[in-house]
C-alpha cells in the first residue's frame, strides 16, 4: 500500500513547517465557518469568490501530484497531515489533538462549530462517527497493535450538540493481529455516542512487520 512515505526532515524543519502550516490551516478553517456564516450582500459574495479563485490558483501553481499520505523522518516522528481528523494540513480537520497512552488509551478536546452540522445545532451522525472511527484506530496504534477499521458500531445514545467537547478511546482486548477498540463522545452534560470497532493489520503490514507470524502466536494482552 501507498502513502506511507519515508524522509529526511529534521526536528527543527518539522516545528517550522508547523508553524507555517498550522496557522495558514486554520484561516482556511475560519473560510469555511465564515462561508457558512456571512450575512454580507451579493456583491461582496461576488468579489470575495474572484479573490478566493485568485488565491487557489496561487496554491495550484506548485502541488503535490495526489493526498498528502503518511510521512515519517528517520527518528519515526509521524505526519498525518492530510488526515481528515488530525491533519495539520487539513482544514477539514477540526483537528483533534490527541493525547496517547502506551496502554492505549487516548483522549481529546476539541470544538466543533458550523461547518459540522447535521440536525440543526447538532453535531452530523457521520462526524461522530469519522471522529470516533480515528479515535479507536489511535487507541489500537497507542498500543503497539495498528489496524485498519474493519467493524465500527456507533451507539448514538443522545445528540451531540456543535461546541465543546471531549473523547476517548482504549483497548478493550487484543487476538494476533486484531484490536477490539471501544470509545465515547461527551459534551457538558455527559455521553452522547459510544462506538466499539475492530481494527486488523492488513495482510500487507503483517508481511512488513511480522515475518515469521509472530503477531498470531503472541499477542499482547491489554484490557481496561
Ligand atoms: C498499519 C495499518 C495502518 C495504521 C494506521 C494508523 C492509525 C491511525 C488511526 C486511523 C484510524 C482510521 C482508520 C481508517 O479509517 S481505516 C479505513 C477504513 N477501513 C478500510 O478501508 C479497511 C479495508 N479492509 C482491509 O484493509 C482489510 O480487509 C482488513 C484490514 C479489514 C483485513 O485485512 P486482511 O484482508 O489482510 O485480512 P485477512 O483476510 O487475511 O483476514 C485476517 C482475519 O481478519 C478477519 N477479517 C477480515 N476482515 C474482517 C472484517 N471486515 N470484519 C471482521 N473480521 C474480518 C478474517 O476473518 C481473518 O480472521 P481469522 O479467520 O484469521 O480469525
Redesign the pocket.
Same mark, same amino acid.
Given at each position: 500500500m501507498g502513502g506511507f512515505q519515508q524522509d529526511e526532515m529534521t526536528p527543527e524543519q518539522i516545528e517550522h513547517e508547523v508553524g507555517l502550516y498550522g496557522p495558514f490551516t486554520e484561516v482556511v478553517r475560519e473560510l469555511v465557518d465564515a462561508t457558512i456564516r456571512t450575512e454580507v450582500d451579493d456583491d461582496e459574495i461576488r468579489a470575495v469568490q474572484a479573490e478566493l479563485e485568485d488565491i487557489v490558483a496561487r496554491l495550484r501553481r506548485s502541488q503535490l501530484d495526489g493526498p498528502y499520505g503518511v510521512r515519517f523522518n528517520a527518528t519515526g516522528h509521524g505526519r498525518p497531515w492530510g488526515n481528515s481528523v488530525v491533519g495539520l494540513r487539513n482544514a477539514i480537520a477540526p483537528p483533534l489533538a490527541i493525547e496517547r497512552e502506551s496502554t492505549g488509551r487516548v483522549r481529546c478536546e476539541f470544538h466543533l462549530g458550523a461547518a459540522y452540522e447535521g440536525p440543526p445545532s447538532l453535531v452530523h451522525g457521520g462526524v461522530s462517527a469519522l471522529i470516533l472511527?480515528?479515535m479507536l $484506530?489511535?487507541a489500537a $496504534?497507542a498500543g503497539g497493535r /495498528? $489496524?485498519? #477499521? +474493519? #467493524?465500527l458500531t456507533l451507539h448514538y445514545r443522545r445528540a451531540t450538540p456543535l461546541g465543546d467537547l471531549r473523547a476517548e478511546a482504549w483497548i478493550e482486548r487484543t487476538e494476533g @493481529?486484531?484490536t477490539w477498540a471501544h470509545g465515547r463522545i461527551e459534551d457538558a452534560e455527559g455521553v452522547t455516542v459510544e462506538a466499539e470497532g %475492530?481494527f @486488523? %493489520? /492488513?495482510?500487507w +503490514?503483517r508481511e512488513l512487520a511480522f515475518p515469521t507470524g509472530d503477531a498470531a502466536e503472541t499477542p499482547p494482552s491489554y484490557a481496561e
Open positions: 472511527d480515528q $484506530g489511535e $496504534g /495498528p $489496524g485498519m #477499521t +474493519a #467493524t @493481529i486484531k %475492530l @486488523i %493489520l /492488513p495482510r +503490514a
